[in-house]
């Protein structure tokens, strides 16, 4: 239709002729709503339009043809549907509000699961173009925050969306599942995209991603760099969310560290961390046990010593306690916390012990999660305990009842019911809690593994790799010792799984945890070849929790102590490098040696000074004569290392849980191969040897013998280096009276 067809169309509409002027109008309202059924218009909005367009049609009628009646009832419905229209728009419009208000993470309302129902309510049908645009937008965000990482992949396929959102997305995905190329394409690509219509969140997100980029790759200068930049930009447009400041400047003050400043970073990293109490501001209840979490992560990188780190502690503790702000459930939950830390972190134990004099204290957590979850804190820091003093023990016995007397099961029924199908990451979060739970109250190790085995389903139906590769490991943890085959199934697998990802710095991690599986299976050439390939990623661990630091150390402990056993097992590999008759004896006769003399040799391999700690397990046998059994453990990573020990038909040497070593954990089994022997059993005691309580002869062949390993274990890891580096970085101080020096059997 030509500009004359419609200046035609306008004189036919407006002529003296009222049925051609009806006729004209009808055609070319007739026309424009072909035209409207073809736009991607939501059905309300179709309808109303149509309805209205049809009023419309009967008032100009009724106006030509002097209807007054016909006018008053379409004047009425045009009314009434443009009304509609209006009212319909600015509802929707306070739904996605409030969407919005749950689903945006610089809110500090944002609750994701809530988000998610709310969309769901949401009729879709009365949604205008733009607001469905930004519905979709939110339903991604939540679907990728939620774990389902699946439907929001397949909700990217739209082309319409936004090109910096989408790639962020994708990025976002891509990383976890591990594939970091794919995580750093998307992550260029987003860069490159993104223009002024680009939300400014995910501008400063793509900027610290990048960074961190950097930070993998070794470029610490650049990396602080772009910090720099993005904490600038991030004030520009106003970014105000305090999870992400928070990492941000954990990140920037931790690079800080890296980047060859002359006081080692400390100067500048305190100052950033100032900064971000300065970005916080207000500060709110969760904020404070943030910042301090922040500042114990940067002492712990600068290598500040105990004394410092639990000044820091016990301050946050009565900064806590005293804290107006706080509401009493909140005060619970955050202390029980700081309890955990005083535990992974070698700290103060008493303040925490003291506010949970009474059981009582629990009665103001109305919250499930926040309960189950302080208790589960609370369990953490009780279990790295003596207990011999009547106070922790009423609190651990006060704690294990919630476990024991199925109020911690309720708490998870409850946590559980309250999640949408979609709620990936957090269903099975409840899962792997109810895995672990059913092992500590004393349930079937078959319960245990179904619970973790629907959590891996889940988790790698949502294109979850690295979580769902934890729950493999965790539950190879969780089967150890009553479902050996199973946990060597799962580390199996795992293992298949992490060999078809592209190698990337993170991979480290779980090869450490499997390394140390495989030690305390007995499995020594599959620990030995997982701490390889874990070394070989160089993963920097600063980034994780004690916990994780810790397993990594005692890998390194684990693969070193099966290097050993390997070279005891060929002597015609290390004869020739000894230098003493003694050391060429004592090699002749091993294994049948003298146990003192092991651990010392053990020790010392493992990088002990002059000391070495051990226990000793004292028998008397029928003559009166006392007979010792000696080995070594190391309390700060919880093992015991044993050259005496072997599965049947293996070779010497096995690694154990401290308290799980054969000599401590069945009294029952051992007294009675004792009484078949003609032995009394006698207790087991934590001492610290030395080689003075050797013979001459013993302490020069053990050192012999040192020497010729020494120069067999030249370029192959862990060195020495290896385990004190992993020690410094992973292990705390033991709290005193952390560790019951005597062990009854």
């Not at 059924?37 to 030509?64: D, E, H």
């Not at 030690?519 to 997982?530: P, Q, S, V, Y």
Request: with cysteine; aromatic share 8%.
């Amino acid at each position: 239709m030509g500009f004359q067809d419609i200046l035609a169309a306008i004189d036919i509409i407006t002529g003296p002729d009222p049925s051609l002027s009806i006729l004209g109008l009808s055609i070319v309202v007739a026309i424009w709503l072909l035209w409207l059924c073809k736009q991607a218009l939501a059905r309300f909005y179709k309808a109303g339009i149509f309805v209205a367009a049809l009023a419309f049609v009967a008032l100009f009628a009724s106006v030509r043809l002097s209807l007054l009646w016909l006018a008053g009832v379409a004047s009425t419905i045009l009314a009434v549907c443009l009304l509609a229209l209006l009212v319909n728009y600015f509802l929707c419009a306070q739904r996605l509000d409030d969407i919005v208000g749950k689903a945006d993470p610089s809110l500090p309302n944002c609750d994701y699961v809530a988000a998610f129902r709310l969309m769901n309510s949401v009729d879709r049908d009365r949604l205008s173009r733009r607001q469905l645009a930004c519905l979709d937008k939110d339903r991604i965000f939540c679907n990728i925050y939620l774990g389902n990482n699946g439907v929001a992949k397949r909700m990217l396929e739209d082309e319409n969306l936004e090109p910096a959102f989408r790639h962020f997305a994708l990025h976002i995905i891509a990383d976890a599942a591990c594939n970091r190329a794919g995580s750093q394409a998307e992550l260029e690509s987003a860069l490159a995209e993104k223009s002024d219509k680009t939300d400014p969140f995910i501008t400063v997100q793509l900027w610290h991603n990048r960074a961190i980029s950097y930070v993998v790759n070794g470029q610490f200068k650049v990396a602080d760099d772009e910090f720099k930049k993005t904490y600038r930009e991030a004030k520009r447009l106003g970014v105000r969310n305090k999870s992400f400041l928070l990492l941000l400047f954990e990140n920037a003050a931790l690079n800080k560290t890296k980047i060859g400043l002359p006081d080692g970073g400390v100067e500048e990293g305190w100052g950033l961390i100032e900064e971000c109490e300065k970005a916080l501001v207000p500060i709110g209840p969760n904020d404070f046990g943030q910042l301090f979490n922040l500042r114990l992560l940067f002492m712990r990188q600068i290598g500040a010593s105990i004394e410092d780190r639990n000044k820091l502690y016990l301050a946050e503790v009565k900064s806590t306690l005293s804290n107006a702000s706080l509401s009493e459930q909140q005060r619970v939950v955050a202390i029980a916390s700081l309890g955990r830390i005083a535990w992974s972190d070698g700290l103060d134990p008493a303040p925490v012990l003291n506010f949970f004099d009474e059981r009582d204290r629990f009665l103001c957590v109305s919250d499930p999660d926040a309960r189950y979850y302080a208790h589960k804190n609370l369990s953490a820091m009780l279990s790295g305990l003596a207990v011999n003093d009547r106070f922790p023990n009423i609190l651990a016995k006060s704690v294990m009842r919630y476990f024991r007397d199925g109020d911690a099961e309720h708490d998870l029924d409850v946590m559980e019911d309250g999640l949408p199908p979609e709620a990936i990451l957090r269903r099975s979060q409840v899962l792997r809690e109810r895995a672990a739970l059913a092992l500590m109250v004393g349930e079937s190790v078959e319960r245990a593994v179904s619970y973790t085995d629907e959590a891996i389903g889940l988790l790698e139906g949502s294109l979850q790799v690295m979580a769902a590769l934890e729950c493999r490991w965790q539950l190879a943890r969780l089967t150890l010792y009553d479902k050996p085959e199973v946990a060597k199934l799962q580390l199996s697998i795992a293992e298949e799984r992490l060999a078809a990802l592209n190698k990337q710095p993170s991979l480290g991690y779980p090869y450490f945890e499997m390394s140390l599986c495989y030690a305390l299976l007995g499995m020594r050439t599959e620990c030995k070849g997982a701490y390889e390939r874990a070394a070989g990623f160089e993963t920097p661990m600063g980034q994780y929790a004690p916990g994780v630091r810790i397993n990594r150390t005692a890998a390194t402990f684990c693969a070193r102590f099966y290097m050993l056993t390997e070279m005891l097992g060929n002597p015609e590999e290390v004869c020739p490098l000894l230098k003493t008759r003694e050391g060429r004896a004592w090699l002749s006769r091993y294994p049948k040696v003298s146990s003192l003399s092991k651990t010392l040799l053990c020790g010392k391999f493992l990088g002990n000074g002059d000391f070495v700690p051990a226990m000793t397990r004292l028998f008397l046998d029928e003559t009166g004569k006392l007979y010792a059994e000696t080995w070594l453990v190391v309390q700060e990573i919880g093992l015991a290392f044993d050259l005496d020990s072997r599965k049947p038909g293996e070779e010497y040497g096995l690694v154990f849980e401290i308290q799980r070593h054969p000599l401590i954990a069945d009294g029952d089994a051992l007294a009675r191969v004792a009484a078949r022997r003609g032995h009394t059993v006698l207790d087991a005691r934590l001492n610290q040897c030395n080689k003075d309580l050797l013979g001459a002869d013993d302490a020069t062949a053990v050192f012999d013998v040192l020497d010729a390993l020494g120069i067999l274990t030249e370029g192959r890891v862990p060195t020495l280096e290896d385990i004190m580096k992993s020690y410094l970085e992973s292990c705390v101080d033991v709290p005193a009276g952390g560790w019951d020096a005597s062990a009854e059997g």
